[in-house]
T-cell receptor, first 111, second 114 residues
Framework: SQQGEEDPQALSIQEGENATMNCSYKTSINNLQWYRQNSGRGLVHLILIRSNEREKHSGRLRVTLDTSKKSSSLLITASRAADTASYFC???????????FGSGTRLQVQP | EPEVTQTPSHQVTQMGQEVILRCVPISNHLYFYWYRQILGQKVEFLVSFYNNEISEKSEIFDDQFSVERPDGSNFTLKIRSTKLEDSAMYFCASKRQEEQETQYFGPGTRLLVL
């Protein structure tokens, strides 16, 4: 698989449920970030976790990072219809300036 | 809250034509980026720019592409002779400092090459 692969590719849940998305990567990273993209729109930064951190919280978001497994998860608790969007993980590899994005998870929250 | 802006929001052009995509980064930011997203595919890095020069570029960013910061506010991406496969959403991003990890993205320009 390629750098920054998310799974599942698509996720449909009911409002109020939790949504979990996973991301795997291959290289050595400085940090991993999660972005959100509403259909046809720009990318909005959600949360960043550094390579020396294991878990981070921001509001209803919880992100974990396991550098030994080269994987991360994003948990959105108590989802809302407005959370419907695509979610991408992005890594900044050691020594690089660019972000490498995954292919994204399309989340649909049914009201 | 300050944000990155991009113009135009949509551009349709004929194959072989030159296009210039414009971005206004957040005013006190120093690091600038262009990414693109072909429909249904990943967001791909094109180029990063700092201190009036390219600091990193991907293999996508060939001789047909160039970037410029013509004044203190604009950051442009030029495609000299567009190809069909250049059709994509192009995103500009900026950040304030090297240590600041978060890149702030603009809303994108959707380019369609016919």
């Amino acid at each position: 698989s390629q750098q920054g692969e998310e799974d599942p590719q698509a996720l449909s849940i009911q409002e109020g449920e939790n949504a979990t998305m996973n991301c795997s990567y291959k290289t050595s990273i400085n940090n991993l970030q999660w972005y959100r993209q509403n259909s046809g729109r720009g990318l909005v930064h959600l949360i960043l976790i550094r390579s020396n951190e294991r878990e981070k919280h921001s509001g209803r978001l919880r992100v974990t990072l396991d550098t030994s497994k080269k994987s991360s998860s994003l948990l959105i608790t108590a989802s809302r219809a407005a959370d419907t969007a695509s979610y991408f993980c992005a890594t900044r590899d050691t020594g690089r300036r660019a972000l490498t994005f995954g292919s994204g998870t399309r989340l649909q929250v049914q009201p | 809250e300050p944000e990155v802006t991009q113009t135009p929001s949509h551009q349709v052009t004929q194959m072989g034509q030159e296009v210039i995509l414009r971005c206004v980064p957040i005013s006190n930011h120093l690091y600038f980026y262009w990414y693109r997203q072909i429909l249904g595919q990943k967001v791909e890095f094109l180029v990063s720019f700092y201190n009036n020069e390219i600091s990193e570029k991907s293999e996508i960013f060939d001789d047909q592409f160039s970037v410029e910061r013509p004044d203190g506010s604009n950051f442009t991406l030029k495609i000299r002779s567009t190809k069909l496969e250049d059709s994509a959403m192009y995103f500009c991003a900026s950040k304030r400092q090297e240590e600041q990890e978060t890149q702030y993205f603009g809303p994108g320009t959707r380019l369609l090459v016919l």
